[in-house]
């Protein structure tokens, strides 16, 4: 298991929206097949009771 | 089962490429990181499939660098490396995961300690009182 630490960006858009943004390591890009970019599914699996785990797939074509 | 999609966007840079993911509010508020911070993303493999990622709240437990003990090198019972955690991670720069900084972090603390020795072995050699300590280290040492 391969693992980075990176921020989480946040800002306010002019119509005061929040905004997130997060930087993937090229090697996290690779490891989904994602080499030119394109659509990533993020989900939020539950594990247990009250606990739940983010998961990053690459998207259907 | 909660599911976003969102679209990771590459860019290319005088520095080099790098990829930027747009994250749900929702994810953000999972995460307990509505005002932004430290995150950790772990690639797992499957064992008969394509690899996923796992997003999840930036812990720092795990996180330690090897350093040079210089202020403790006279006490013969104390490590010449000693382990200390490292307040806040490395998110800067060359993507490097978690465990490869560390070992670069480690190789640079033990060529500071090769050096730092190397000089202070210099200057005892220099003199004849030097070579007298020396050899008395040497064999407290057990050499």
Same mark, same amino acid.
């Given at each position: ?23 993937? &390591? ?19 699996? &539950? ?15 | ?17 790098? #990829? *930027?993911?747009?994250?749900?509010? $929702?994810?953000?508020?999972? !995460?307990?990181? $509505? ?6 993303? /772990? *690639?797992? $493999?499957?064992?008969? =499939?394509?690899? #996923?990622?796992? !997003?999840?709240? #930036?812990?720092?437990?795990?996180? #330690? ?14 490590? !010449? ?5 490292? $307040? /806040?991670?490395?998110?800067? =720069?060359?993507?490097? @995961? ?7 972090? %480690?190789? +640079? +603390?033990?060529?500071? @300690? %090769? ?17 007298? +300590?020396?050899?008395?280290? %040497?064999?407290?040492?057990? %050499?």
């Amino acid at each position: 298991m391969v693992r980075f630490v990176r921020t989480l960006q946040h800002r306010v858009t002019p119509q005061g929206r929040d905004f997130y943004a997060l930087s993937i &390591p090229p090697q996290v890009a690779e490891a989904l097949g994602l080499q030119d970019g394109g659509q990533v599914t993020i989900e939020v699996k &539950p594990i247990r009771k009250g606990v739940s785990e983010i998961v990053l797939k690459a998207g259907e074509a | 089962m909660v599911s976003f999609t969102r679209t990771l966007q590459k860019h290319i840079t005088k520095t080099g490429t790098h #990829y *930027v993911l747009s994250i749900p509010r $929702e994810i953000a508020q999972d !995460l307990q990181l $509505e005002a932004g911070g430290l995150c950790s993303l /772990e *690639v797992r $493999e499957r064992p008969k =499939g394509k690899a #996923y990622v796992a !997003l999840t709240p #930036y812990q720092k437990d795990p996180l #330690y660098i090897r350093q040079f003990n210089a202020e403790k090198l006279a006490d013969y019972d104390e490590p !010449l490396m000693k382990t200390i955690p490292l $307040e /806040e991670p490395i998110t800067k =720069g060359r993507s490097q @995961a978690v465990n490869s900084q560390q070992f670069k972090l %480690f190789i +640079a +603390a033990s060529k500071l @300690a %090769f050096k730092y020795i190397k000089a202070q072995l210099d200057i005892m050699r220099s003199t004849k009182s030097g070579r007298a +300590a020396l050899v008395i280290a %040497f064999r407290k040492r057990g %050499f």
